[in-house]
């Protein structure tokens, strides 16, 4: 599949970036010196990621269904579909998120997965470390077909904070989503452990892909890389396929 994400001197390819080193490139603010000064070096490499026949990423094409959500909600199993719904019944919401007001959510979900199994200490760095994210605003390296965006899963409790800003409402999932011309990529992903069996990351990724679907110059949706998970990604129709970028 050929993917022209229509680069240019004024925009930082996000996705890509990401996908090369997800620690370096994971925001524009906090990653400023690495997309200043390795960007451009880096982009052949990043390039041939893309190129690797050997390891295909994980793909939903966007006009297998015609850009149209029930076209692809109506080819889910019925067990994915019930887990959505058991999601909603439960109270879970999907909506975008500044992620700066959500920081705390954000390590408590982290940490939830830390409990269970140890993972890379960077997801569990003070809050101060994430602060000051680009999140919430149009940066200067962006535009309207090359930008990033973070959702997140959420459940109403009145008066619920997030160290001094009232938020009314608690996360429970997040996805930052970076877009660049035909390709759009799922970036930092994660779900809180203990409400995995209430169905939220299937409702998160749906909901996802349904928000999606309504830019019609977006062809695909890309989720790492297929040999990563396969089995829980194919329930929600992402297939292997060779991406082959057009810079």
């Known amino acids: 599949m050929k993917i022209n994400v229509r680069n240019n001197d004024n925009i930082k390819l996000q996705g890509l970036c990401y996908y090369n080193d997800s620690y370096k490139y994971w925001d524009l603010n906090h990653c400023k010196h690495a997309f200043e000064k390795d960007y451009f070096s880096l982009l052949p490499q990043i390039n041939g990621r893309f190129h690797n026949s050997s390891l295909p990423m994980a793909t939903i094409s966007l006009d297998d269904y015609e850009h149209n959500f029930s076209n692809y909600h109506n080819s889910l199993s019925s067990k994915v579909k019930r887990d959505i719904e058991v999601s909603k019944k439960n ?22 997965q830390n409990n269970h199994r140890k993972i890379n200490p960077w997801y569990v760095q003070s809050p101060e470390i994430f602060l ?33 800003i009232t938020t009314n409402e608690k996360m429970f999932a997040y996805c930052k989503l970076a877009v660049e011309g035909e390709l ?9 452990r203990k409400f995995l069996n209430k169905g939220i990351m299937f409702h998160m990724i749906t909901s996802v892909i349904e928000k999606i679907m309504k830019d019609k110059r977006i062809k695909c949706l890309v989720y790492y890389a297929w040999n990563q998970y396969p089995k829980w990604k194919s329930r929600m129709l992402f297939k292997p396929k060779k991406i082959e970028i057009i810079l």
């Open 184 to 192: 759009a990529t799922i970036h930092l992903i994660w779900g809180h």
């Open 132 to 164: 000051n994210s680009h999140s919430g605003y149009t940066h200067e390296w962006e535009d309207d077909a090359h930008y990033s965006q973070w959702y997140g899963l959420f459940k109403y409790f009145k008066h619920y904070k997030q160290a001094d």
């Open 91 to 112: 109270k879970f919401y999907f909506k975008k998120l500044n992620f700066n007001h959500h920081v705390y959510d954000f390590l408590d979900i982290n940490d939830s």
